[in-house]
């Protein structure tokens, strides 16, 4: 969703990076340790030189990865506006419009990863879980600094991630940013009557 400032990759970036465009399009079983080796165009022993636990430390990187840039990009919207309703649908319309360029949601979606493997990966689980709390953790903070009751801003928090979580799952499935847009627009009436 977010780019970094742009340098010149490492062979470890590389190969994180192609591995985490997979798994979000693929998920964590569908893409195999050969595929990511083929596709980064890293020679295979540098893989295992960086990730000597295979897949599931690459995994575990990829999610962390993720985690950060949406925090960096959802703590740069949200102080960008005065209230709640505009940082959020500021925030929502970015993810939105990122989307509209790509037609994919590279970068922000670890919920593929997270839905195929709580039930068989303790720590995979508990990775996307931390990840899901630290995103939480930002909106409710922010909400807070708006104004909201602590305990109604953690509500509202969960509220608008799963809010988000969904439209971004129906826009890769749609190949469209609308349902993100929907939900956007919906916002008013869940903060104002909350606030």
Not at 78 to 105: C, G, P, R, S, W
Not at 110 to 130: F, K, P, Y
Request: hydrophobic content about 40%; some cysteine.
């Amino acid at each position: 969703m977010y780019e970094a400032v742009k340098k010149k990759e490492t062979t470890k970036e590389i190969i994180l990076r192609t591995a985490s465009e997979l798994f979000q399009r693929q998920g964590f079983h569908g893409t195999g340790l050969n595929q990511i080796i083929e596709e980064s165009g890293a020679p295979k022993g540098s893989l295992y030189y960086h990730f000597p636990n295979g897949k599931e430390e690459i995994a575990l990187e990829a999610i962390k990865l993720m985690k950060t840039l949406v925090l960096e990009g959802a703590a740069k919207d949200l102080a960008a506006k005065d209230t709640a309703v505009e940082a959020f649908q500021y925030h929502i319309h970015n993810i939105a419009a990122d989307f509209e360029k790509k037609q994919q949601m590279e970068g922000v979606q670890i919920g593929l990863i997270a839905s195929e493997t709580a039930a068989t990966n303790e720590v995979l689980r508990n990775s996307c879980q931390h990840a899901y709390a630290d995103w939480q953790a930002l909106y409710t903070d922010h909400l807070i600094a708006f104004g909201y009751e602590k305990e109604m801003a953690k509500d509202l928090a969960v509220t608008i991630n799963a809010l988000i979580e969904g439209a971004v799952i129906l826009a890769v499935t749609n190949a469209s940013g609308n349902p993100l847009y929907s939900v956007a627009k919906q916002l008013p009436s869940l903060l104002n009557q909350n606030s």
